[in-house]
């Protein structure tokens, strides 16, 4: 069945970059997301790539996706601490998606 | 602006005692979704409704139900709700099949059970 895995924790400094990997198991998925939930907070939808496409920019954001080793990443550039939170990573079955169980980032200054 | 709202926000119930958490969208779409998400755990699909259709997930226990009387709303009902129901519970609504078919969440209803 569909699986997504996900490291539980990443702690960076203020003004570095955080990358959020991601695996999953669905070859045919066709979108693959992220999410991000503050603490007592819905998701919030930061990004999706197709899964035609390698990679995909938005601000501070880089997705990168190799379909071969189904892998996705979320680079945070220059992170800020009102990045903390957690990040869920998700593949889209049918009308469900599958999520990860989260990776918390956690960011000092 | 175009939202899924979810009402309320906290919600405190008794062992057994019948309890409806509501969702509602000005976004549209016509799928909309219930997620269940434990403390420290990732949110976990109950159930979701395409257009009228609703479509339960095997693992979804009897015990959760759902409504959704138009277009715009949507409820859960727990209908006994036991300890391990004390959840977070996600609203989420996409519009499948007209090109964009990402979910968008409301801020979550989280039931406590006392």
């Known amino acids: 069945g569909e699986d997504v895995e996900q490291s539980l924790f990443l702690s960076v400094r203020e003004g570095d970059s955080s990358v959020i990997n991601c695996t999953y198991t669905d070859s045919s998925s066709t979108y693959l997301y992220w999410y991000k939930q503050e603490p007592g907070a819905g998701l919030q939808l930061l990004t999706y790539i197709f899964s035609n496409m390698d990679m995909k920019q938005d601000q501070r954001l880089t997705v990168l996706l190799n379909k071969k080793d189904k892998h996705l990443s979320l680079r945070i550039a220059d992170t800020q601490t009102g990045d903390s939170a957690i990040y869920f990573c998700?593949?889209?079955?049918?009308?469900?998606?599958?999520f990860g169980k989260g990776t918390t980032l956690s960011v000092s200054s | 602006d175009a939202m899924v709202i979810q009402n309320p926000r906290y919600q405190v119930t008794q062992f057994g005692k019948p309890v409806t958490l509501s969702c509602s969208q000005t976004?549209?779409?016509?799928?909309m979704y219930w997620y269940q998400q434990k403390s420290s755990q990732a949110p976990k699909l109950l159930f979701h409704?395409?257009?009228?259709?609703?479509?339960n997930e095997a693992d979804t226990p009897d015990n959760f139900q759902s409504r959704r009387p138009n277009t715009s709303f949507c409820f859960l009902d727990i209908r006994s709700p036991g300890l391990g129901d004390a959840a977070m519970y996600l609203c989420?609504?996409?519009?499948?099949?007209?090109?964009?078919?990402?979910?968008?969440f409301g801020p979550g209803t989280r039931l406590l059970v006392l």
């Open positions: 989420a609504t996409s519009s499948v099949g007209r090109g964009k078919e990402t979910q968008y």
């Open positions: 976004l549209n779409h016509n799928v």
């Open positions: 409704y395409y257009d009228k259709d609703f479509n």
């Open positions: 998700a593949e889209r079955a049918g009308t469900a998606l599958i």
